[in-house]
């Protein structure tokens, strides 16, 4: 059973989602301001910022971007890598049902998750093996965002 908790302030939010009884993820949003950074356009559509690709928009400019995202297995702590993401939830619940830790032993797992601003959405899996963890995953293809959280 997945469980999650808000924390709301002026800038910044965040979320913390109970994973399993031994996992935990706390993701935070902050506003984005797109005066401080380079923003390329094709078409009037946004196509990257800062040089580099963005995941949770349809082209228009993000209003969040991903700040932080922390992950604890049992005592440890893993921060995960987060560049590139944007808009991550919509409002102010997050859908606990879009994260997923599949635990392969005791020091190898996996964590799968989706985001979504309510068209922007995207994915990301990250491998965490060890005392370190890596993004293995950040896409936009709906055929392997769905295949995350089949039954």
């Known amino acids: ?14 979320a913390k989602i109970m994973l399993d009884e031994n996992s935990s993820l706390e993701i935070y949003r ?3 301001n797109p005066k401080q950074h380079k923003i390329e356009y094709n078409n009037n559509l946004v196509i990257s910022i800062d040089n ?3 995941f949770g928009t349809d082209g228009e400019i993000p209003k969040f971007k991903l700040s932080k995202a922390i992950l604890r297995i049992e005592g440890k702590t893993y921060n995960l ?5 944007y808009n991550p939830w919509f409002g102010e619940a997050v859908n606990e049902k879009f994260f997923k ?4 032993g005791e020091n190898y ?7 979504s601003d309510g068209a922007g959405s995207y994915a990301a899996e990250w491998l965490i093996e060890w005392n370190s963890s890596i993004r293995g995953i950040i896409t936009k293809d709906e055929i392997i965002i769905e295949s995350y959280f089949e039954k």
């Not at 890598?81 to 993401?85: L, R, S």
């Not at 797992?109 to 985001?115: C, D, E, G, P, V």
């Open 52 to 54: 580099s690709p963005l």
């Open 101 to 104: 830790i599949i635990h392969s």
């Open 81 to 85: 890598q987060i560049d590139n993401m």
């Open 1 to 14: 059973m997945l469980l999650f908790t808000i924390v709301s302030w002026s800038q910044e939010n965040s």
């Open 109 to 115: 797992h996996i964590l799968k998750a989706q985001f």
């Open 30 to 32: 902050k506003v984005f």
